[in-house]
Structure formats: C-alpha cells, structure tokens
C-alpha cells in the first residue's frame, strides 16, 4: 500500500515509519504522497486512537527534503514544493487524534520541520535538530521558520535558522523542543507507553485540547473562544456524562468516544 513507509497498529497506536534509511529517509515526493495517504488513515479508521511517526534504521528520523529533487524547479514549482509540504504538516499538526515524532537520529531540513509539526517530540540520545538549509541558499518552506520560533523561542531560533547549526538531543530538551530523550532501544516503548494513558481519556476531549491549544498559534483566532467552545461541545458527549459519573461513583471511567 505504501512505496515509502511501514506502518503497524497496533493497541490503536498506529506507527509510521519512514523507510529511505539508505538516504536517511530524506522526504521526496513519494513520501510526501504517502504520508498523506497515511493521513487518511489517522484522520478515518475508527481502530486508530493516536500516532507515532519515526524513521527506519539507527541513524536517522529524516535528513531533509531530499535535496536531489530541488535540481532544475522553477520558481512556481518551487513554491508550490513549499505549499505542498507546509499543507501537508498541517495536516499532522491539525490531526484530531495525537500524533508524537519519535526522533530516533538526524531530525534535519524538512525532517525538524515534520518532527516540529508533530504535537509532541520525544528523541533518543543521539538525535540532532536542525535547519541546515543556509548551507544550500535556502531558508525552510516546510513551516520550519514559523514552529522553531514557537518551540524554542525566537532568540534560539534565529541562531540556529541563520547558522545553520545542529542541537543536539540534551539541549533540544532544555529548549522544550523534545519533552523526553531516552536511550534509542527505548524510544518506541516509552512514546507507547505515553500513548497509551491518553488513548485511555476521552478521544473528543483529547482532540479538543490539540485543536485549543494550536488555535495560540492561529492568528485568524481567538484561542479563548475556542477554548469556551471546545469546553461546551465536551459537556454534550456521552463520555463526559461517564467522566463525571465514574469520579463521582468512584469507579475508572469507560470512554466510547461519543
Ligand atoms: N537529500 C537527499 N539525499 C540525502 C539527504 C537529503 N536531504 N541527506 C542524506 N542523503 C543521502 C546522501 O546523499 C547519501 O546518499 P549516497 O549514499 O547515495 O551518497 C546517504 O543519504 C547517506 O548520507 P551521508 O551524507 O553519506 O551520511 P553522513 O553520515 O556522512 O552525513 C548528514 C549525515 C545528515 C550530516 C548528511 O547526510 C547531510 O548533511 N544531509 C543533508 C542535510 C540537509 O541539508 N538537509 C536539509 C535539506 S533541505
């Protein structure tokens, strides 16, 4: 079904795994069309809760965009490269079902800005962030401009957009960029087992809380109204009658998803 990707569901934990390890999983087309065919599959099959995306083998999660499909664009065909891969990302980060990068090495180029795309990191030691792209003339056009800045902070980000420089695992987790670093025979389990205490919360609530706390980045909204209005399509699901039952009652709480 897939040229460029493995995926696996499993405990409605469904992982992608990009699979160009002899070009360190570099993003080209075809993995583009795959990843959004694999969007639609998180967005629709009801078995699946939430997502991990990763890439194959031990050295890389994706080096970039792969650089030899820049030769020759033009400057629509540039562009609309650019377009292709900033929809794309936000269809990762606007997924109401969570989706966590497990960055298991090279997190470079196109490979910062889908792991920043994610709705949260979690790398192995010997990850490295970056957004080498001044080393080619070029500035990221997959959003990396935009989420570095949020993630880390617009001081942090500028240096390392304008240098061109790597952050290695230990200091991505002191700027907030990965919320855990773990040995990389751990990474998978540890990002399951975070996955799996929220695949047990109520799945609208769940993705109430993506869809509020993205609209902080959405200028076109008001992130407190969202918020208001997400809170207020919470109280009209059956899971939230069952939240408040089972606390009241004292017994676990059995979501539908309704
Ligand atoms: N696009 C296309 N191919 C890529 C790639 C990319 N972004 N990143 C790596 N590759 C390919 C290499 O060309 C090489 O292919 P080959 O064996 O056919 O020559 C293979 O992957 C292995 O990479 P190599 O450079 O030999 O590994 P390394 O360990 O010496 O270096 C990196 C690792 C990540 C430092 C280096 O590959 C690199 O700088 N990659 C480009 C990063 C980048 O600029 N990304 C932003 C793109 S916009």
Not at 23 to 34: G, M
Not at 50 to 57: E, R
Request: one cysteine or more; glycine letters at 10%; aromatic letters at 8%.
């Amino acid at each position: 079904m897939y040229e460029t990707l493995i995926t696996s569901l499993e405990n409605g934990i469904f992982t992608v795994t990009i699979n160009r390890p002899d070009k360190l999983n570099a993003l080209n087309r075809q993995v583009f069309t795959d990843l959004n065919k694999a969007l639609d599959e998180i967005y629709t099959n009801k078995e699946i809760k939430s997502a991990i995306v990763t890439g194959a083998g031990a050295k890389a999660f994706v080096a970039g965009a792969d650089i030899t499909e820049f030769n020759g664009l033009t400057l629509e065909e540039s562009k609309a490269l650019a377009k292709n891969g900033q929809d794309t990302f936000f269809r990762i980060e606007r997924s109401p079902k969570p989706i966590v990068a497990c960055v298991n090495g090279f997190a470079l180029g196109g490979g910062c800005e889908l792991a920043m795309s994610c709705h949260f990191r979690i790398a192995s030691s010997n990850a490295k962030f970056g957004q080498p792209e001044v080393n080619l003339g070029l500035i990221p056009g997959y959003g990396g401009t935009q989420r570095l800045v949020q993630l880390i902070g617009k001081g942090r980000a500028m240096e390392a957009l304008m240098s061109g420089g790597m952050i290695d695992a230990n200091t991505a987790l002191q700027y907030g960029l990965v919320n855990y670093v773990v040995p990389q025979e751990e990474l998978l389990a540890k990002t399951k087992s975070i996955l799996d205490v929220i695949n047990s919360k109520a799945p609208i609530a769940v993705a109430k809380c993506i869809e509020s706390a993205n609209a902080v980045f959405d200028e076109t909204k008001n992130g407190y109204e969202v918020e208001i209005n997400s809170f207020g399509d919470c109280f009209g699901t059956d899971d939230m009658k069952e939240g408040t039952n089972a606390f009241l009652e004292k017994r676990k709480a059995i979501f539908t998803g309704k």
